[in-house]
């Protein structure tokens, strides 16, 4: 079990270092690296330094991420829903959902379309009196 920990805990320090470094030569197989350890074998995501520790049981790799990694992960979710929820008690009791800038962008919008007319009304005129 220490000898596993001490693979997994070398290969977590290893790991940002080698991703930082590590760009796939065209004649590689992936991104990942697979080592042998006591318990199974240890995956390592060398574009971004993620380790999981895989176990193969009836013949199906599970694999778990390390657990510094699996926190910052939650940290980061949590972090989001408290955005999130922040975001939906900001929204005014007479937005439509379409957002603070709905309104410009409609006008805007319309301003577009109400040139284009104009200017196709123009050249039709413009045509029509050539004949």
């Known amino acids: 079990m ?10 977590f320090l290893a790991g940002p270092a080698l991703a930082q470094g590590a760009r796939p030569e065209p004649t590689e197989n ?14 390592l995501d060398t574009r971004t330094g993620q380790t999981s520790l895989c176990r193969v049981e009836n013949g199906v790799a599970r694999c778990q991420i390390a657990a510094d990694e699996r926190q910052a992960y939650e940290t980061e979710i949590a ?4 955005e999130v929820q922040a975001l939906k008690a900001g929204k005014g009791a007479e937005d439509d959902g379409w957002g603070p ?6 006008d805007r919008a319309l301003d577009f ?4 007319m104009r200017r196709m009304m123009q050249i039709m ?7």
């Open 30 to 43: 992936g991104r990942y690296s697979m080592t042998p350890a006591p318990e199974g074998f240890l995956k």
């Open 2 to 11: 220490r000898a596993s920990l001490a693979i997994l805990g070398a290969a």
């Open 113 to 116: 379309a109400e040139r284009f």
């Open 79 to 82: 972090r989001l829903n408290k």
């Open 125 to 131: 005129r413009d045509e029509t009196n050539k004949t």
């Open 101 to 106: 800038y709905a309104q410009r962008n409609l």
